[in-house]
């Protein structure tokens, strides 16, 4: 089992910038594969970037590639999400999740808000 609590949400203006922090617990997090995921009001959630367990490889949606980036410390047992130029169309619920891979995710966290106001 794997915890993860995220913070770093908030409100923002167009343009702005934020990061988020996910800290994990409960198993080596050095052996996990990362990702951001975002759930928007009325839409799915869809994916926004993973990071595999060393760091060396990354992902982004199209939307959100030049403006984001993941980076991990193992050390601190941390994965961020460094959100530049936000958009309203980025606000959402973003969530953190831990997987074996990065294709599937099984851990969970609860999720901070994200507001981009325009």
């Known amino acids: 089992q794997v915890q993860l609590v995220e913070s770093g949400g908030g409100l923002v203006q167009a343009g702005g910038s934020l990061r988020l922090s996910c800290v994990a617990s409960?198993?080596?997090?050095?052996?996990?594969?990362m990702g951001w995921f975002r759930q928007a009001p009325g839409k799915e959630r869809e994916s926004v970037a993973g990071i595999s367990w060393g760091g060396g490889t990354t992902t982004y949606a199209d939307s959100v590639k030049g403006r984001f980036t993941i980076s991990r410390d193992n050390a601190k047992d941390t994965v961020y999400l460094q959100m530049n130029s936000l958009k309203p169309e980025d606000t959402a619920v973003y969530y953190c999740?831990?997987?074996?891979?990065?294709?599937?995710?099984?851990?969970w966290g609860q999720g901070t808000q994200v507001t981009v106001s325009s």
């Open positions: 409960g198993q080596t997090f050095n052996r996990y594969a």
């Open positions: 999740a831990a997987g074996h891979n990065l294709a599937v995710f099984g851990f």
